[in-house]
């Protein structure tokens, strides 16, 4: 397209022509960094996309160990319960057995 505006035989034409070519030229260089930049924010995009999925899987996992770890010490804390629960009872039938002697002296 250079070219063809300098083959013009009239020097108005001419110039009309070259200041057509030069913005057409402008307007390409313009819409190749857009879209430059498009491209940039969209592979950014995409990085960020991948990084949040690799950290939700992560998350995910930790958030999976740690209800595993809550359950087995809530069955740890329920197993410790019963056991005191368990001794109490003992407890309380050896004071019975006791407040029964010491009734019946």
């Known amino acids: 397209m250079d070219g063809l505006w300098r083959s013009v035989a009239s020097k108005p034409q001419r110039d009309l022509w070259k200041r057509k070519v030069e913005q057409v030229v402008e307007e ?11 491209m940039q924010r969209q592979q950014r995009r995409m ?13 995910e996992a ?6 595993r770890n809550s359950s087995r010490m809530l069955e740890e804390a329920s197993a410790t319960g019963a056991a ?12 019975k057995v006791v407040e029964f002697i010491i009734f019946c002296i």
């Open 47 to 59: 990085q960020e996309a991948q990084e949040r999925a690799e950290l939700l899987g992560s998350a």
């Open 28 to 38: 390409a260089d313009s819409l190749r960094e857009s879209l430059d930049r498009y």
């Open 84 to 95: 005191i629960l368990a001794k109490y009872s003992e407890q309380r039938e050896g004071l």
């Open 62 to 67: 930790q958030a999976m160990e740690s209800a």
